[in-house]
């Protein structure tokens, strides 16, 4: 079946630090790729999108390229902040789902340390 | 309102009892969703509303959770005879009618103890 697999976290780094955290995915079709943020005590908030292959998200200095040839839709960012600290989910949907429900990966709990 | 509006955000309820939540979804938003979230798991769908369809309720985990969407608004996650099992934060989310590629929004979400 359909699945999004992340890497365990926790991952810690500090501030000003490069971010990578790997997600592969695993879907019948062409679905949409996405990557929410949770922080602390707040709901989960769309971070970026992608909705084809070899496109790219991008939001707040964070990307994310969708690679068909590798099911991937790794996150980075150059340099991370203290407030970076969240967990970040990955997810896929499919347009033929009907349902349009997401899958999502397990979270990767990210500590950025002062 | 200006975002998807959970309640209570935190219920402790002991064994056996039936828990009520509530979800208000963004006014416009036809697509209403709860997922489950238990500890260091990911995120688990629980049942889908769109419009006036039929409620995806593929992924209700048992016959004790039942959900409902009046006036195609505010909805009820509510969980009989709660089992210690149940305890998760319950999320809700919504979306516009062609929302699929804008994301959904989430609340909160309902911090749910079972003792």
């Known amino acids: 079946g359909d699945s999004v697999t992340q890497m365990e976290g926790p991952v810690t780094l500090s501030e000003e630090a490069f971010l990578t955290i790997n997600c592969t995915y695993t879907?019948?079709?062409?679905?949409?790729l996405f990557w929410y943020v949770q922080y602390p005590g707040e709901g989960l908030q769309l971070l970026l999108k992608?909705?084809?292959?070899?496109d790219k998200g991008s939001n707040k200095g964070f990307e994310a390229t969708y690679r068909k040839e590798t099911t991937s839709f790794h996150l980075e960012k150059g340099s991370v902040q203290v407030s970076d600290s969240a967990v970040y989910f990955c997810?896929?949907?499919?347009?033929?789902?009907?349902?349009?429900?997401?899958?999502f990966g397990t979270g990767t709990r990210l500590k950025v340390l002062a | 309102g200006a975002g998807v509006s959970q309640s209570p955000s935190n219920k402790v309820t002991e064994k056996g009892k039936d828990v009520e939540l509530r979800c208000d979804p963004i006014?416009?938003?036809?697509?209403l969703y709860w997922y489950r979230q238990s500890l260091g798991q990911g995120l688990e769908f629980l049942i889908y509303?769109?419009?006036?369809?039929?409620?995806?309720k593929s992924g209700l985990p048992s016959d004790r959770f039942s959900a409902e969407r009046t006036g195609g608004s505010v909805s009820t996650l509510t969980i009989q005879r709660t089992q210690q099992e149940d305890s998760a934060v319950y999320l809700c989310?919504?979306?516009?009618?062609?929302?699929?590629?804008?994301?959904?929004?989430f609340g909160s979400g309902t911090r749910l103890t079972v003792v």
């Open positions: 989310a919504s979306s516009p009618p062609r929302g699929l590629n804008y994301g959904y929004t």
């Open positions: 879907a019948t079709g062409y679905p949409s």
């Open positions: 992608a909705t084809k292959a070899d």
């Open positions: 997810a896929l949907t499919l347009p033929t789902s009907g349902t349009y429900k997401y899958i």
């Open positions: 006014s416009g938003h036809t697509a």
């Open positions: 509303f769109q419009g006036n369809s039929a409620p995806d």
